[in-house]
Nanobody, 117 residues
Framework: QVQLVESGGGLVQPGGSLILSCAASGFTFKDYDMSWYRQAPGKERELVAGITNFGSSRNYADSVKGRFTISRDNAKNTVYLQMNSLKPEDTAVYYC??????????WGQGTQVTVSS
């Protein structure tokens, strides 16, 4: 059974930083590209960042380029999202999934990120 468990969200002031984690199980993690998505209230879920299965290539949405960094640890079956210089418009529920642009599995519960003073 595939499980994607996101954590690390919270309330942070504009300009602050957070590190999100996604622990994956139920599939061969190292065989899959992984991605982070987010969904803000009233908006569709959007792709934020993706990383290839061994981390050799990474891609970012224009809105987060230069501020967010995706990484992974295949030994721990975990993908991370380092978020710096956070802005109020980054407020959303953040999700991870296997694949890039096309999510492979059922979504987890996500982790709420709120950027507010």
């Amino acid at each position: 059974q595939v499980q994607l468990v996101e954590s690390g969200g919270g309330l942070v002031q504009p300009g602050g930083s957070l590190i999100l984690s996604c622990a994956a199980s139920g599939f061969t993690f190292k065989d899959y590209d992984m991605s982070w998505y987010r969904q803000a209230p009233g908006k569709e879920r959007e792709l934020v960042a993706g990383i290839t299965n061994f981390g050799s290539s990474r891609n970012y949405a224009d809105s987060v380029k230069g501020r967010f960094t995706i990484s992974r640890d295949n030994a721990k079956n975990t993908v991370y999202l380092q978020m710096n210089s956070l802005k109020p418009e980054d407020t959303a529920v953040y999700y991870c999934n296997a694949g890039y642009k096309t999510p492979f599995y059922t979504w987890g519960q996500g982790t709420q990120v709120t950027v507010s003073s």
